[in-house]
Structure formats: C-alpha cells, structure tokens
C-alpha cells in the first residue's frame, strides 16, 4: 500500500471538478423532487390518487423502481429511482479512469518505478470513488432533512446511494484487472450495470418476482426508505462490496502490470481495405458507442409512449401536474404538451452520445493514437471531420429511433399509428438543433481548450437542471434560456417556427469550426 495516500491526492487534483460537480448534481435532485411533489400533491389525499395512479404505472416502475407507500418521503425515494443507475456508473468510470486507463497510458509504470506499493494505485481509486459515495450519501441525508422529511428515511436512503456506489465500485475494480484495455474494462463494467438493471426491472414487474434481489440496484430500492426501512438489506450491499474486493486484489497481484487475466486476441498483420479511410477508422471506433445508444433510446422512446395515457389521468386530477406540462410542452391540448416535453428528455439522452462522440478525439489524443495516423497523408480536418460526423448524424438516428418507438407505441395504443407516428417522430428530431449545440460545444472545447473538453458533460448537467427542474421550479425566463432546448418549438404543442432552429445551427456551426481552426493550429498531442 506504500504511496496509497500521494495516489489519492493525485486522483483528487485531477478530478477537483468533474468529483464535486457529480456530487453536488445527484445530490440536488432528491431534494429538488421532494420540494416539486410537495408543490404537486400538497395533501395526503392528492400524494395518495397520485400513487394509486401514475406512480403505480407499470411503464413508471420499469424506468424508476417499486414504489413503498403514499408519503412524500417514499414518491421521492420512487421518484429517484434512475439516480442509483447514474451512481453506479460514475463509480464504475471513476474506477477504471484511475485503474486501468493509468496503466494504458503508461503513466502508472512510469509511477511504478518509484516508491510505490502494487496496490497502491488500486487502493486510491477505490478510496477516492467510496469517499465521493460516501460523501454523496451524506449530502442526500441532510437535504432531504432540509425537507423535513423523517430522519431514518433520510439516512437510510442517504445510505442507499453510498452502498449502490460501493458495490459497482468494486464491479470497476474487478474488471480493471480482466482486460488490457480501458475501453474492454468499461464494457464489462458497464454491462454488470445493465444486467442489475434489467435484473430490478423484471423483478418489480409482477408481484411475486424475486429477481430484483439478484441486483444491488433492486437491493438498495427495496431498503424501503420512509417506508419502514429494512436496514438489514444494506448487509447484503456490504457483503457484496466484501465479496468483490477479495476478488479484484487477488486479481491484481496475479496478473502483471499493463496486462490483463483474460488472452487478448491480436489482430490482422494487415488492415481490411475498408480502413483505408479516416471515416472508415471513425465508424469502427464508434460504431458499438452508436448501436448501444441507439438501442437505449428505441427503449425509451417505447416507455415513454407508453406513458401517454397515465401522464393524461394524472393531469386530470391535478392542476399543477397540468400548468407544469404547459411550461414544459407548450400551451395546447396535454397530449401535445406531454409529448413535446417528453422528446425534450430523449434529447438530452441523446445529447450523451453527441458529446460523448465528439469527446472520442480527445480519447484517442490522450492515448497517442491519433499522432500516428496524423503522421500520413491524413489531413487533420478530415480526421477530425470524421469524427465529429458521428457526433452529428449519430443523435439524428437516436432521435429517430426513438420517435418511431415512441410513434409506435402511443399510435398503437389510440388505434392511429399513422397519425400519431410523423407526429411523434417529427416531435423527436425538431429537437436536433440543440442536440448539435452540445455537440459542437465539445468539439470546440477539444480544439481550443482540450484539457477542459470534459466540461461539456457540465454543460449537459446544466441544460438537465435549467430545462426540466428549473421549469418546475419556476425560473426566471432568461436562466431558461441559456440552455438551448428552451429554444426549440414545442412540437406538436406549437406550430413549427423555423428561425431559432435556424440561430441554433449557425451557434452550432460556429462552435465546429471554432473547433476545427483551434485543433488545426494546436500541437498534437496535449496531454
């Protein structure tokens, strides 16, 4: 363990923005969700109609989780559900960015051949990620005391979110030592996460299913925050978190550094004529990214559409449920308006990809990958043209997909799937303007200031909380408007008006060659 704590005060100088700005995020919503439901359902008569109602929707389970009783502390722990996903993955990521993309760059033998203790570097990750959990838990039990909610609640839900981040902490751990690469780590890594879900989703579909026990995220949702806690279930989350780092340490001082446990499989002596192409290169490094995306936002497009019915019931009996859809969707008949404000959501899920595409040529500098194929007749704007073509047509097809899911699934269930399907999908991609916004805001960043690229996912995080929470909580107009979904026309709410998606392309356009004349004139790599 020698050197663990100068490894820990490394991981933190590196992360001293991205750490805080995930943590002070997650920990917000909790807190901003008790504070809207309160508003919503302001008596136990309405938070109760609300629960028999929308809350019990087997399409609102499926994406949020099991829901334990009527109280506002327990609509808030249902109502947070997805969180405990986002948990889980950052400490998955976290993990492994301080693990194994170490040792893939090489900077971890270079700090190898100093005072350093094998699983020293092992040791801080986990150290650095479980502190951050821990301290998330914290922040969510003191701002839902804020909310005068119950105090065992608080903490066992504060709990909840330390233990979820625990145990796929330790999922980072244990992958990080069975490939060489980073990206295969992250690929293990983040199909366990998969896994848990589908594993949560099919055991809280029908009563009497005990699948939701084989995953850490159906276990931390069935503590049963301000709901009777079971507090013995939170054995199982430390069991569990036990149980994987006797697993990854073993694994690490078996295997040797910059290697991992399972055979890699070398590739052709010669590459297949289809990479011949910068383009060709680009779509084989994305096209995996491209097919799970896709596929993650055809299944929510399916789960919104299906929730048309019950989000129109739920407007029905309340007012706010009603004016709040007025803001979100635009003034017009709730069906309209949901579904404008729904799409909007699909579009910050595909808003992921573009940035996530776009950072892609930040990945591939880092790693020194992209200096080699600079180094042939490849042009530096058409290996970065290539690249950012995915960060553009990659959330169209998103946003497509998802609108036909969606088209499909409300048009089935109204008996009109060819009026509702152009509907719904041209609802989807009017929303594409924006998207291309955060694109080429990370394209930019890359070309003119590359170690702040990952600031982009900071400006994703903002539109989240401007768009969607700060129309709940009834915002100024001008904090709305800084984010570009506010200037999207709510379709099918509102007619189409061409000018500020025409302003949105031109921001867009000016941030992508703002980029490309920055990348064009920077020395390469900057690390």
Known sequence: MTGTGKLVRLALRRDRLLLPLWIVVLAVLPMTYAASIAELYPTAADRQAYAAGSASDPSYVALLGPLFGSSLGALTAQRSGMLFVIVGLISVLTVIRHTRTEEEAGRRELLGAAVLGRHAGLTAALVVTCGADLVLGLLVTLGLLGQDLPAGGAVAFGLAFAACGWVFAMVGAVAAQLTESAGGARGIG??????????????DAGDGNVLHWLSPIGWVQHIRAFAGER???????????????????PLSARRDLGAGLLPTRPGPAAAAPTLRTPLALAWRLHRAALLGWAVGLAVLGVVLGGTVDYARTAAEDSKQVSDIMDRLGGAGSFTDSYLAGVMSLVALAASGYAIQAALK?????????????????????????????????????????????AGLTYGLSVHDVAGQLPRVTGAAMVQLPAVWVLGALAVGLFGLLPRLAPAAWAALAACVLLGQIGAILQLSQWALDVSPFTHIPKVPAAPLAVTPLAWLVAVAAALAVAGFAGFRRRDVPVT
């Open 190 to 203: 983040l199909s366990v996460l998969g896994i848990a879900f589908v594993l949560r989703l099919a055991g």
């Open 361 to 405: 040529m930040r990945t591939e500098e880092a790693a020194l990958r992209s200096e080699p194929v600079l180094a042939t007749a490849v042009t530096r704007t058409s290996w970065t043209a290539s690249h950012a073509a995915f960060a553009a047509l990659g959330p169209a097809l998103g946003l497509a997909v998802a609108g036909v899911a």
């Open 231 to 249: 507090w013995w279930v939170l054995g199982l989350a430390a069991g569990a978190t036990a149980a994987l780092a006797a697993v990854a340490y």
